[in-house]
């Protein structure tokens, strides 16, 4: 249930995602849910310099957008992303000079900080291949379904480059600890879904068939939720990075107290004491 957008906020704060139709990945509502399908399934969904930019446009703007609550980002045809489309992207970037060069990497470093930055929980639907960014996408994400057939390579030192590209040496060690982390950023190696169940990368490994319906009924749970507690909880992982334990546990007495002023937070205390199931509304 989308609550109505006060036309004091209407003008730069509250936006509606209604008609989007991007151009370089497909993109559809179900409800509260909001799934991103990356369609390029001939070349296993490789992104390109315009995809990169209008994914990161997407989710910076899902910051202004309540009727979306949850996300779910996936690929078509049997896997999730190959990483940046080598033709389209590693080609132009040998003839780049430095100052191009970092505009790109810059520009997909963006995408992980809009990622992180936008309210709605993320979960990434992870089958067949999801290598360079398109693991940089799934860690990016909050939460990962994957397949025992999924593949997760961090692939940047297979071709040259460092491992340390768009914050997986600051994230990939926080989900699945330093020795695993460094293990897969120096050897660029395949990390198999089983083994990526075990080390914590993924949350749960359905079947492949079931893949896309056990991440679209997740959203759908969350979506069903406290969306302003569950984007106050998405902000405190995010910024309980860099705190000490004494100002993690006073920021979490002001967000927690913040929710507490919700009317979702009453929702729940008059359900409770009426035996029935709160409807949170986001409020």
């Known amino acids: 249930m989308s609550r109505p957008i006060d036309h004091h906020l209407a003008g730069g704060n509250r936006q509606s995602l209604a008609g989007f139709a991007p151009q370089h990945f497909l993109w559809r509502q179900l409800d509260g849910v909001g799934v991103i399908t990356l369609n390029r399934p001939e070349r296993k969904n490789p992104l390109t310099f315009d995809s990169y930019a209008e994914l990161r446009d997407l989710f910076r703007r899902l910051a202004y957008v309540d009727e979306v609550k949850a996300i779910v980002v996936q690929g078509a045809g049997g896997n999730f992303c190959s ?83 768009m914050g997986a040496c600051a994230m990939l060690p926080r989900i699945v600890g330093q020795g695993r982390a460094s293990d897969l950023l120096y050897s660029g190696r395949s990390l198999g879904g089983e083994e990526a169940l075990q080390w914590g990368f993924l949350n749960r490994l359905p079947a492949p068939e079931g893949l896309e319906q056990t991440a679209l009924d997740w959203a759908a749970e969350i979506a069903s939720g406290p969306s302003f507690g569950h ?36 929702r729940a205390y008059q359900a409770f004491a009426a035996k029935q199931k709160p409807e949170f509304q986001g409020d």
């Open 231 to 266: 984007a106050m909880t998405k902000k405190m992982l995010h910024q309980e990075w860099a705190m000490g334990v004494d100002e993690a546990i006073e920021s979490e007495a002001q967000a927690q107290a913040i929710c507490m002023m919700t009317q979702d937070f009453h």
């Open 83 to 165: 990483g940046g489309d080598v033709h389209e992207i590693i080609g132009p970037l040998t003839q780049m000079p430095m100052p191009d060069l970092l505009a790109f990497t810059r520009m997909t470093g963006d995408l992980v900080k809009a990622m992180r930055a936008c309210p709605q929980p993320i979960i990434a639907a992870i089958d067949g291949v999801c290598a360079g960014a398109g693991a940089i996408i799934a860690m990016a994400s909050d939460l990962r379904v994957g397949t025992a057939r999924s593949k997760t390579a961090f692939l940047f030192t297979r071709v040259g480059l460092a491992g340390c590209d």
